[in-house]
């Protein structure tokens, strides 16, 4: 079983910085694509941002320019460095993961318990 822990998430001001972290751990052969999705009251769940192995990213269009992803492969983390932050970006963050148990199993997919990131005007 594969935990991927969160943190980073609190209370920040309108323009200010948050950067969150996830980490998985447990049975491991390689983790593949790691993403940030939110999920604020009343709306879907969206993806924030994904990163690849090889560093290949996409963004949503809403955080583009101001939240950058990166990931430690060694250490199977991923960041999420958020700067000007809005009100709208007010949200539950959730770390995603796509892994594999051994090589040659099928992938798998993991969610974090989530962060509560606030934004305040």
């Known amino acids: 079983q594969v935990q991927l822990v969160e943190s980073g998430g609190g209370l920040v001001q309108a323009g200010g910085s948050l950067r969150l972290s996830c980490a998985a751990s447990?049975?491991?052969?390689?983790?593949?694509?790691m993403g940030w999705y939110r999920q604020a009251p009343g709306k879907q769940r969206e993806l924030v941002a994904r990163?690849?192995?090889?560093?290949?990213?996409n963004y949503a269009d809403s955080v583009k320019g101001r939240f950058t992803i990166s990931r430690d492969n060694a250490k199977n983390t991923v960041y999420l460095q958020m700067n000007s932050l809005k009100p709208e970006d007010t949200a539950v963050y959730y770390c995603?993961?796509?892994?594999?148990?051994?090589?040659?199993?099928?992938?798998?997919?993991?969610w974090g318990q989530g962060t509560l990131v606030t934004v305040s005007s």
């Open positions: 447990g049975t491991i052969y390689r983790v593949n694509a």
């Open positions: 990163i690849t192995r090889s560093i290949d990213t």
């Open positions: 995603n993961a796509d892994y594999y148990i051994v090589y040659g199993s099928r992938p798998k997919d993991a």
